[in-house]
């Protein structure tokens, strides 16, 4: 940031009630017309001063050393402000007194910060935070600095330089040059949020940067699979086994709405007798630390049973044979393509297969599919009753096609 004027004037400064003796030396700081005066802890006499020089006039040892001094001064000053307007910071009057007298706020860099708090987080891993969660803000963390390099030219900025341009840049770097979809870029922006926060709550930012910032995700079709496309994957054969244990975990799933990483992390402790006498599970979701109870329907049992002895299972402690969440998707890609099923299918299917096909659409109330689903709120599971009406809007178009 650019100053229009900047003087500086060493001067003596004269009292009120002044009549005789030394008068203290001032340093008077001008920029852009605010002035601020600051003491130069020195004192001289008023005859033997220079007004036009700023200086004690004479050639004698003690004259040599306040001379000396007054110069380490103004160099001191001008550095201040050299360093302000190549870090583009604000430059004030009061600034830069600031600065000289060591008052001025400690600068605070974004990525520095950051880094500072993912390594709180990576040290708190699986007692506070999920491993997904460090997983988030690392690449959010690798992306804004990205975005900083391509903004900036620079490694890092000053915190203050955060502001709603800042933010809808970042948001426009993300869509173009990283060509991430909208609900995507809101979610890294949401995370690059919670670091503004901390610097919000601690006082070291005045404002909000996220201030009037909209952070809207768009509403996308959340896609599960028909009755019909279920029954086609359960009755499947498959030449190779794999295929048929990830095609069994996924139904699982279907029939439980549990996510990857629940049902990889899945214990023998975790199946108990309801209040019915039946079996549930009683888990809590990983990303959300929110209870689920979910009471086991026939299929999940079935599978549960189908793998009580599995080699696998036993030596990893688990109830089912779950692969890496990338193997399993991509085992899931094939079977989609054997069963003929025209829809990508993902270990995350499974979770909105249950939460409309298995369970909305056969008329489990709402409130029941939340709290099987871990949500923390009911607007969460409402995302599905859309999927809900379609189904609804195609029996009804059959219905029509019988009655007449």
């Known amino acids: 940031m650019l100053t229009k004027n900047f003087s500086l004037l060493f001067y003596l400064k004269r009292r009120s009630n002044y009549v005789s003796g030394n008068l203290p030396i001032y340093i008077r700081i001008t920029i852009n017309g605010q002035r601020v005066e600051i003491t130069a802890q020195r004192e001289c006499e008023p005859e033997k001063w220079n007004i036009a020089a700023g200086r004690k006039n004479g050639t004698k040892e003690d004259v040599r050393i306040l001379n000396a001094y007054l110069d380490t001064l103004q160099a001191k000053i001008y550095e201040i402000h050299r360093r302000l307007v190549e870090a583009d910071e604000e430059i004030t009057a ?38 997904g969660t460090l997983s988030r803000y690392k690449t959010t963390l690798d992306h804004s600095r990205d975005f900083i390099s391509w903004k900036y030219k620079a490694d890092d900025i000053d915190i203050f330089k955060l502001n709603h341009e800042f933010i809808t840049d970042f948001e426009y770097w993300l869509k173009s040059v990283r060509n991430i979809g909208h609900n995507t870029a809101i979610k890294y922006l949401a995370t690059f949020k919670k670091i503004v926060i901390i610097c919000i709550k601690n006082g070291w930012l005045p ?36 295929l048929g244990q990830v095609r069994d975990i996924f139904l699982f ?45 026939p299929q999940a049992l079935s599978i549960l049973k189908k793998y009580d002895k599995d080699p696998q299972c036993e030596i990893k402690g688990q109830l089912l044979p779950v692969l890496s969440n990338q193997k399993m998707n991509s085992y899931l890609k094939e079977i ?69």
């Open 253 to 297: 799933c279907c029939y439980t709405g549990l996510a990857y990483i629940d049902v990889f992390k899945m214990s023998r402790s975790e199946i108990i007798t309801g209040i019915d006498g039946e079996k549930w599970l009683v888990i809590k979701r990983q990303k959300t630390d929110s209870p689920s109870r979910i009471p086991l329907l």
């Open 94 to 131: 009061e600034i830069i007194r600031n600065h000289l007298n060591g008052t001025a706020a400690k600068s605070r860099f974004i990525i520095a910060l950051f880094q500072e708090h993912n390594d709180r987080v990576a040290n708190l891993v699986n007692k506070d935070f999920a491993p």
């Open 207 to 242: 404002r909000d940067p996220f201030h009037a910032y909209k952070m809207s995700k768009r509403e996308v079709d959340r896609t599960a699979l028909t009755a019909e496309e279920l029954s086609k994957i359960s009755k499947k054969k498959f030449d190779h086994e794999r």
């Open 336 to 404: 989609a393509v054997l069963c003929r099923i025209n829809k990508v299918i993902t270990f995350h299917l499974a979770r909105h297969t249950f939460a409309t096909t298995v369970t909305l659409t056969n008329g489990v109330p709402m409130e029941s599919v939340s709290k099987m689903l871990g949500h923390r709120n009911l607007k969460t599971t409402q995302q599905y009753a859309k999927i809900v009406d379609v189904k609804v809007s195609e029996d009804m178009k059959k219905l029509k096609q019988i009655l007449k």
